[in-house]
């Protein structure tokens, strides 16, 4: 299974192609822009509580076979948050001041 290359920040919904060097992600593939990470949700994931990290990216040249992405696309569905930003910001404020690693 490859990784789900969401198309959009959730919070913000800028676009995030798969070249984007300001997606991060967690490791349920919850898909933001550095910026909402960082000034936003301070590194805690609104939808599970983990952390984030950059996303990697996806070649689009074909340098093996099948692995671009042209022949692997990134994801067309848009992902929209389901917490009103009220409810992220206590949440964000709960758990930032715990390390990803202890969370
Ligand atoms: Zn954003
Ligand atoms: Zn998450």
């Known amino acids: 299974m490859a990784l789900e290359l969401r198309p959009n920040c959730e919070y913000c919904d800028k676009d995030l192609p ?22 936003k949700l301070h590194n805690v994931c609104p939808n599970c509580g983990g952390g984030f990290a950059p996303r990697p990216i996806r070649p689009a040249k074909e340098w093996r076979a099948g692995l671009c992405t042209t022949k692997r696309p990134p994801s067309g569905e848009r992902v929209h948050l389901s917490y009103s ?12 001041d715990i390390p990803p690693a202890a969370r």
Request: charged share 25%; hydrophobic share 35%; proline share 3%.
């Open 18 to 39: 798969p070249n984007a060097t300001e997606a991060r992600i967690c490791t349920f593939e919850c898909t933001f822009c550095a910026d909402c990470v960082e000034h």
């Open 85 to 96: 930003q009220d409810e992220i910001k206590a949440f964000s404020a709960r758990l930032s």
